[in-house]
């Protein structure tokens, strides 16, 4: 059988609804966490997890 693992939240390491295995590949997968009810960009190569940073919107000045 194939390893597989549980997602952890990167913000608050609690568990999320999510299992990961060997196999599975992400790019920018919105990731919710029920615990702190946030939403995280993930990308996920070989079970190893990167949270996307993106930059905040700025205001355009006319």
Do not use: H
């Amino acid at each position: 059988m194939k390893n597989e693992n549980w997602i952890l939240c990167p913000l608050c390491r609690g568990k999320t609804r999510l299992k990961l295995r060997e196999d599975t590949e992400l790019k920018k997968f919105p990731l919710y966490c029920p615990k702190c009810k946030q939403e995280t960009l993930i990308n996920v190569y070989k079970l190893n997890i990167s949270v996307i940073k993106e930059p905040d919107a700025q205001t355009q000045s006319r």
